[in-house]
């Protein structure tokens, strides 16, 4: 069962856009997964094609109508669709790596891209949308924040990355960020590789990279070693 990825969108251009390249870009043409963009203007009903209006209350800025995204929503995912419904926002939950693997353990995800100011809360609700952020910092529209919850998700499918065993050892996957990397040449500027990673000795390597990965983590962030929760379950 492949995983597939219905985007709600008014820039249906910009998909799949860098996932169409590399890993991502070969999974989707072997049919590892799947992506459907949609146009959210094809569900307007005025001549115009609008999709917003000015926000209730005044303000600068437009909000999309819950009208026509609910249409929208609805036509790509009816109530017996099991994936969950997401909407890219700046107010949402950030996402994690434990979120990814979710994701990526399930049948897909329905993702809406907002635009302007956002949409309208009461379409949040009614369509029990997941709002989902990539960090605290604002886009210009939901399409960035897609294409990168998606390059997450995909990497991990059954069969995309050539070697599992690497995905494993990432930063966040055990609570820490990666350990430094060095390949050839040995020396490079007059630095050379450490010498422990030349010497062969397994156990000691492991050793180093723990403590490389637990010190750069004490110092980069220190709010990973402070969390309560493992951060893949
Ligand atoms: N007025 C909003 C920002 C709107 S930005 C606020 O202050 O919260 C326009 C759209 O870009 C949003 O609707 C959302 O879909 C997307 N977006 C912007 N920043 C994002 C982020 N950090 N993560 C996910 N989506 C984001």
Excluded at 22 to 40: F, M, N
Excluded at 160 to 178: P, Q, R, T, Y
Aim: hydrophobic residues 40%.
């Amino acid at each position: 069962m492949s995983f597939a990825a219905s985007v709600l969108t008014l820039y249906p251009e910009m998909f799949p856009g860098a996932l169409g390249l590399s890993l991502a870009g070969r999974a989707l043409e072997a049919g590892t997964w799947s992506l459907e963009a949609i146009q959210i203007r094809d569900f307007a009903t005025d001549k115009h094609r609008t999709v917003d209006d000015t926000p209730a209350g005044g303000g600068a800025g437009m909000v999309m109508r819950a009208d026509v995204l609910a249409r929208a929503v609805d036509h790509a995912s009816p109530p017996d669709d099991p994936r969950p419904r997401l909407l890219m926002s700046p107010r949402g939950k950030p996402l994690t790596q434990a979120r990814v693997r979710e994701l990526a353990a399930g049948p897909g995800a329905v993702i809406l891209c907002g635009r302007f100011e956002g949409v309208d809360q009461r379409l949040i609700e009614a369509r029990g949308l997941e709002e989902v952020s990539i960090g605290d910092f604002i886009l210009s529209g939901g399409e960035p924040a897609a294409l990168v919850l998606l390059d997450a998700v995909v990497r991990l499918l059954p069969g995309v990355m050539g070697n599992a065993v690497s995905g494993e050892e990432e930063s966040f996957e055990n609570g820490l960020l990666e350990h430094p990397h060095y390949t050839r040449p040995q020396e490079f500027e007059g630095r050379q590789i450490p010498d422990v990673l030349i010497s062969g000795n397994h156990k000691k390597i492991a050793e180093w990279r723990r403590a490389e990965a637990e010190k750069l983590t004490r110092e980069r962030r220190p709010d990973l070693l402070a969390a309560d929760q493992p951060l893949v379950k």
